[in-house]
């Protein structure tokens, strides 16, 4: 049956979510804003239904911090199929390409220098990319190839963790817009094998990591339900903070940049304000002044 928004709660915070496989992001919040009865959610970064791991999911006044979670480091586990290339580049898809040849140790290793720093990638076909307005996911599952050119994303660190024959095990650290599954892909065609993802958990997603996260059945538990809700804060850990007096928060929350004083004000960059042990704003620091972004309606 479904709930009246009226009925329900005005929950603020945020879960980190162990997403299990076989199910979407999209889905997965709707379940967590049916568990928790929360009049809005949203989540910090797609994962694949193939993926599990860190779901980080914003709940009311939360979802304001939702760009600075997103914009955070990833971390990602996961496990390459050699000899067989997918049209979505993971196990979900149809065979597209396949080969007999596997790439020796020695030879995943010298490849991994080219796939770390800024580079260039083609995202999937099956991907969330907009083209004019429709998801590429989209276009291709009705037949049309979608036209997607390369982009700049950063990897920070790509390792091998484990190499057989037909599979190996890689952690890769990466920036905002990278897709494990486009590296899987090109690392099969660079080492003239083909590949594609057979496996891939996110550990982490900026603040939030593997050890944070809880399932779906533990919050089904009252107790572990109120545990696992973070305070809106935990979504701007890597943002600096700076405390305010009432006056200054007032003025904030009207929209008004103010003049941050002390020696340990950030001069450039984003921070946010809190006083009385409640966010007041989020914005960007300017000559030395914190113009708000983003407004909390939260009682202090």
């Known amino acids: 049956m479904k709930v009246r928004a009226s009925a329900r709660n005005d929950v603020h915070g945020w879960v980190v979510l162990d997403k299990?496989?076989?199910?979407?992001?999209?889905?997965?919040?709707?379940?967590?804003?049916?568990?928790?009865?929360?009049?809005?959610?949203?989540?910090?970064?797609?994962?694949?239904?193939?993926?599990?791991?860190?779901?980080?999911?914003?709940?009311?006044?939360?979802?304001?911090?939702?760009?600075?979670?997103?914009?955070?480091?990833?971390?990602?586990?996961?496990?390459?199929?050699?000899?067989?290339?997918?049209?979505?580049?993971?196990?979900?898809?149809?065979?597209?390409?396949?080969?007999?040849?596997?790439?020796?140790?020695?030879?995943?290793?010298?490849?991994?220098?080219?796939?770390?720093?800024?580079?260039?990638?083609?995202?999937?076909?099956?991907?969330?990319?907009?083209?004019?307005?429709?998801?590429?996911?989209?276009?291709?599952?009705?037949?049309?190839?979608?036209?997607?050119?390369?982009?700049?994303?950063?990897?920070?660190?790509?390792?091998?963790?484990?190499?057989?024959?037909?599979?190996?095990?890689?952690?890769?650290?990466?920036?905002?817009?990278?897709?494990?599954?486009a590296i899987a892909r090109d690392l099969g065609r660079s080492l003239g094998c083909y590949a594609h993802v057979s496996a891939l958990r996110r550990t982490r997603v900026g603040p939030f990591y593997e050890t944070d996260a809880v399932t779906l059945p533990e919050l089904e538990d009252p107790a572990s339900r109120a545990e696992a809700l973070r305070r809106i804060e935990a979504g701007l850990m890597e943002v600096p903070r700076v405390v305010v007096d009432s006056s200054v928060a007032a003025r904030l929350r009207r929209g008004q940049p103010v003049l941050l004083r002390g020696h340990d004000a950030p001069f450039d960059g984003f921070a946010y304000a809190a006083c009385c042990g409640v966010v007041i704003a989020v914005g960007a620091v300017e000559n030395g002044e914190l113009i708000p972004g983003r407004v909390f309606n939260l009682p202090l």
Not at 59 to 72: H, I, L
Not at 89 to 102: K, V, W, Y
Not at 141 to 157: D, F, N
């Open 20 to 181: 299990p496989a076989d199910m979407t992001s999209t889905h997965a919040v709707s379940r967590l804003k049916r568990i928790f009865n929360a009049k809005k959610a949203g989540h910090a970064g797609t994962l694949d239904p193939l993926a599990t791991g860190v779901l980080p999911v914003a709940f009311g006044e939360a979802t304001k911090t939702v760009p600075f979670v997103q914009d955070g480091e990833k971390v990602y586990r996961f496990t390459v199929r050699w000899g067989s290339e997918t049209d979505t580049d993971d196990s979900d898809g149809r065979l597209a390409a396949q080969s007999d040849a596997r790439p020796a140790a020695a030879g995943i290793l010298a490849l991994l220098p080219r796939f770390t720093g800024t580079i260039q990638q083609l995202p999937p076909s099956y991907s969330a990319i907009k083209i004019s307005g429709e998801r590429a996911y989209d276009l291709a599952r009705g037949g049309e190839a979608p036209v997607l050119s390369p982009r700049p994303v950063t990897i920070y660190a790509l390792d091998l963790i484990d190499a057989g024959r037909d599979e190996a095990v890689f952690e890769a650290r990466c920036g905002k817009g990278t897709y494990v599954r």
